[in-house]
């Protein structure tokens, strides 16, 4: 059964800085991963979405990355902002097993 | 954009309740998901629905039913709420499995007391 753990569970950085989350899952047979963010007490937001067969995938000052045959994805944050605190999440979907989500990382820019 | 709504951002409940959450896309998707999330425990599958009228079980089914009678339209149903039904509870839905996004609506904090 897939496992998905993200490390670490959380981060603090001054802002400015350039960060990386990481998420590792255990079945590499994953059709997808997306990573999300989560702001305290609301829903999650999508970020990105990575295809099994993409290795990354961009979106202004964030960009993901896929290496499925080792099992990992990292979500890179450039320039961090104070805006940018929240929980990230990342998930993959494996067929017949339905979307596994990660624990999170919750992640604090300090002004 | 896909917008997906909940019915409710805060329930309050007593034990015993019938208790319903609805959950609402604006896209045609064709699957929608309910989970609940738990500090520590992370997000659960309750139950998911790839069509009208279908439905299949998620990790804890237990104590909950869903109905889809409409594609747009999504409920969780608590049919005798407990107090270890407290929890965040969070809809969501995809077009294609395996191939587009997952969007997720605001959630609805459920207390129950």
């Known amino acids: 059964k897939q496992e998905v753990t993200q490390i670490p569970a959380a981060l603090s950085v001054p802002e400015g800085e350039n960060l990386v989350l990481n998420c590792s899952f255990t079945?590499?047979?994953?059709?997808?991963l997306q990573w999300f963010r989560q702001d305290p007490g609301k829903g999650l937001t999508s970020l990105l979405l990575?295809?099994?067969?993409?290795r990354e995938q961009t979106s202004g000052r964030l960009n993901a990355s896929l290496d499925k045959s080792s099992g990992r994805s990292t979500l890179y944050i450039a320039a961090s902002q104070p805006g940018d605190s929240a929980t990230y999440l990342c998930?993959?979907?494996?067929?017949?097993?339905?979307?596994?989500f990660g624990p999170g990382t919750r992640l604090s820019v300090l002004p | 954009d896909v917008k997906v709504t909940q019915s409710s951002r805060y329930l309050v409940k007593r034990t015993g309740e019938k208790v319903f959450l609805e959950c609402v896309q604006d896209?045609?998707?064709?699957?929608m998901f309910w989970y609940r999330q738990d500090p520590g425990l992370g997000l659960r599958l309750i139950y998911f629905?790839?069509?009208?009228?279908?439905?299949e079980k998620g990790d804890i089914p237990e104590g909950y039913s869903v109905s889809r009678e409409k594609k747009e339209r999504f409920s969780l149903i608590l049919e005798s709420a407990s107090t270890n039904q407290t929890s965040m509870y969070l809809c969501?839905?995809?077009?294609?499995?395996?191939?587009?996004?997952?969007?997720f609506g605001p959630g609805t904090r459920l207390t129950v007391l």
């Open positions: 896209m045609d998707h064709e699957n």
């Open positions: 998930a993959v979907y494996n067929y017949g097993q339905n979307f596994v």
């Open positions: 969501a839905s995809t077009l294609t499995l395996g191939v587009n996004e997952q969007f």
């Open positions: 079945d590499s047979a994953i059709y997808n």
């Open positions: 990575i295809q099994s067969s993409q």
């Open positions: 629905s790839y069509d009208v009228k279908m439905k």
